[in-house]
């Protein structure tokens, strides 16, 4: 395995250098020949999966990738684990380490994974921690701009619930590594956290998608948190305040591709779907091979 990445865990996207990701983006193109017909660099090998949220893609494409690499999973959800009896999340990350090789863990709490990683032999990667992070799945967004588009100088507007949205909280940090100009557009009581904001250096704030989807590359989509909300009337305050559809797309640059992390709600109209912008379902399988090379990296699987 090459030197260059030396990280033991993936907790957060600011854990990881623009080097890092690079690495990581390089070893997900070698393994894109793999990502259906499969490559045995981790036979005998076992990837925990701990989701202790509900998720399809994240899950899946990790049990997929893990099998695609010759390893095997094992898999754990909060209804079958002994958290039900009163089991502290520490004490169940101590037992798990001691039947796999890694852990994918997903939490509701904030800052789960970084404890998590604090006290674990073995490697964790962080599947989404509440409204904190979700370094793999952008990870995956990186190398579906990097396919479909460009990197470097990228002009990209993130769109919807950036608030609670820990993607899009996860994407801004990296896309600041890569010089991108990035627009946020979010409703009223849904912008992002200031912090992440100030951290960014080329950023400008919008209230409506119309006024910035003209003059960017990539039109990132997110889905109202609806599950994240403290309050079910503030979430429906917001509802359905934003929707892209057909006639959104007039003008726009050539080149635009759209993507969403998924699931989606309403806010992708699905005549979307059938245009030359549309990337959100070529992003979701591009999850195989970035998690594929990730995994070979962390477990020193041979690429």
Known sequence: MDEMFK???????????????EFILDRAERMMPYAKSGVRVLQNRILALLFFEPSTRTRL????????????????TSEESSVLKGETLADTIKVVEEYADAIVLRHPREGAARMASEISRIPIINGGDGAGHHPTQTLLDLYTIKK??????LDIALLGDLKYGRTAHSLAYALNMFGANIAL???????????IVNS??????????????????V??????????????????????????????????RENLIIMHPLPRVDEIAPEVDQTKYARYFEQAF??????MALLAILMNGAI
């Open 7 to 21: 990280k033991k865990h993936v907790v957060s996207m600011r854990d990881l250098t623009r080097e890092d990701v």
């Open 61 to 76: 494409s990790f049990d997929s990738a893990m099998k695609r690499l010759g390893g095997s999973t094992l898999n754990l």
């Open 148 to 153: 479909e588009s460009h990197l470097d100088n």
């Open 185 to 195: 557009v979010a409703p009223e009581g849904l912008q992002m956290p200031k912090y």
């Open 200 to 217: 960014l250096n080329s950023v400008r704030l919008a209230e409506d998608v119309d006024d910035v989807i003209h003059d960017v590359d």
């Open 219 to 252: 039109l990132y989509v997110t889905r109202i948190q609806k599950e994240r909300f403290p309050d079910p009337n503030e979430y429906l305050r917001v509802a359905k305040s934003y929707r892209l559809t057909l006639s959104a797309l007039d003008q726009v």
């Open 286 to 291: 591009y999850g195989i091979p970035v998690r």
